[in-house]
C-alpha cells in the first residue's frame, strides 16, 4: 500500500497456509501489494514465538505489529475473530509514532 511506503514501513502479511495457497489467494483478491510469508512448516512456528498463534484453530490471530528501524516493537494490536484492522488508523499510529 502506497501510503504505508511513503512512510517508510514494509508490509508483510503472515499465514499459516502453504505457499502456494497463499499465491491462489492473492490472485483471487486481484494481487497483494505486500509479501505474504508462510508460517506453514514447521506448522505456526513463527506465529507460536511471536505470540499470536491460535492452537485451538491451527492459525495466527490477526494482529497489527509496528517495529522501528532498531527492531524494537513500538505498536502491537491482536483483533478478535471476524475483526479486521482497518488501514487508516495503523497509518494514523504509525505517522503519530513518527512524530507526525
Known amino acids: 500500500m502506497k ?4 512512510k ?5 502479511g503472515l499465514s499459516c497456509d502453504t505457499i ?8 483471487s483478491m486481484g494481487g497483494i501489494g ?5 508460517d506453514f512448516h514447521p506448522h505456526g512456528k513463527a506465529s507460536q514465538a511471536l505470540g499470536i498463534f491460535n492452537p485451538e484453530g491451527g492459525f ?6 509496528i ?3 532498531q527492531g524494537v516493537v513500538r505498536a502491537f494490536h491482536v483483533y478478535p475473530a471476524g475483526v479486521l484492522p482497518q ?5 494514523r499510529e504509525l505517522t503519530s509514532l513518527q512524530g507526525g
Do not use: M
Open 3 to 6: 501510503q504505508y511506503e511513503e
Open 8 to 12: 517508510g514501513a514494509q508490509l508483510l
Open 20 to 27: 502456494p495457497s497463499l499465491k491462489v489467494w492473492a490472485q
Open 34 to 38: 505486500h509479501p505474504l510469508l508462510s
Open 60 to 65: 495466527p490471530l490477526r494482529s497489527v505489529t
Open 67 to 69: 517495529i522501528d528501524p
Open 87 to 91: 488501514p487508516d488508523e495503523v497509518l
